[in-house]
């Protein structure tokens, strides 16, 4: 539940709840164990339980409620008006303070905590909750299975390039904006994953180093810039914290309206450090997919974010040094945007000399998603000559970053170089729960896309597009 609550004194509720809940005894009301426990198992505890309950405020015994936490407690027994547990549950739905946040309960259910609160809140003091886990329902989306398999019959249709001969570089437009952006075209091959264990100030999670196999594949020859991206997060239409259109119609919008796209920002994303013509930053990883899809509906062509081995093949472009044009980092100035050249902030994109392949910004600027899960041992997993390998996400922390940016030392710019994802990177985040949509502390992360010459299946493309839905 939300923890916006107000001050009260905590012996005073405690003395007034034993009153209360002797006078609900001796009168028949709601029952706390077979209709109030249920509710607030589901609905809250699983957020407000725990030594990192969210606004310290625990929800697992009548103690803790009552004690409330640092904004207040929650329920002001006999009065459910100036109780914040009930006044959040009944705020309309599309109000990002709504309780639970996926959206209201049922109207039984609002009227039965009501009715609970006025009775006393009767709570026995030998109870505790624990969270229950919520099946869930049929989603009402239309951003669904189905929705990606007419997408998949767009792009089938639609595929020009068959072999590796015919891939070339290429401009492609948006429709539905005009901008433009330029794909490079990747060879397939074979390079040596990971750096070597003499490469100064190596990591050990860049290594053992392991021959690995790629399919030719294009690249976006820059960062995805504002230009591109912002068209996609901000559209000026009321949604659901899950992204979906709230008046959406199945006869009036197409395919790419169908598309789950981010709510609208609570403040500016650029962070006044610039915007046509600059990176992207501060998305989450789903958020990065998401915009791949819905450029894919409009293009017809298959996009997704590159695996983890995609993007350092890219980036190494057939080089075995520490950095693609070498080892010496006194040259990074002319290649990439690091901590000392950057004034303290990202730069337009390809400003500096690209690599071997066209591709501009592989080293700093931002750092970049791949669509990976973080394994500290990814290398002691590839075994042997490793094929397109890919780590299938699990859990929503961590997934794969690389190339470091604008705010990093040099030593994390080399091509090597691999962290994981963190929660701490939506600290400032003041929504509950966390937008699913932004990173708001990580100033310093963007995307590039890559398109497969190979169009994978619908199952696959489901896959890639909404890896990181229903992980916790």
Known sequence: MNTRFNSVSVVTLLAAMLTLNHFAAANSGVDFRTQIQPIIETACVSCHSGDEADGELRL???KTAMTGGSSGAAIVPGKPDESLLYTYITLPADDDLIMPPDGPLEKAQIELVKQWIAQGAEWPSEVTLNAREVVPQKSESPDNRELVRKIWTTIDKHSGETSESDMKAYQEQIPKTGVEFWMEAIPGGKFIMGSPPDEPLREA??????EVTISPFWMG????TWDEYEPFMITKVDRHK???RTDYDPVKHGLVDAISQPTAPYIEMSFGMGQSGYPAISMTQHAASKYCEWLSAQTGHFYRLPTEAEWEYACR?????????G???QKLDQYGWYYDNSNEKYQKVGQKKPNAWSLYDMHGNVSEWTIDQYLPDYFERLEGNAENPLVRPKTLYPRTVRGGSWYDDPEHLRSAYRFGSDPAWKQQDPQLPKSIWYHTDARWLGFRIVRPLKTPSAEEMEFYWNSATNKR
Do not use: I, K, M, W
């Open 60 to 62: 697992e015994t009548l």
């Open 205 to 210: 999670n860049e290594g053992p180093q392991s």
């Open 221 to 224: 020859r820059h960062e995805v």
């Open 242 to 244: 899950n992204g979906a």
């Open 317 to 325: 472009a057939g080089s075995t040094t520490a950095y693609s044009f």
């Open 327 to 329: 080892d010496d980092p």
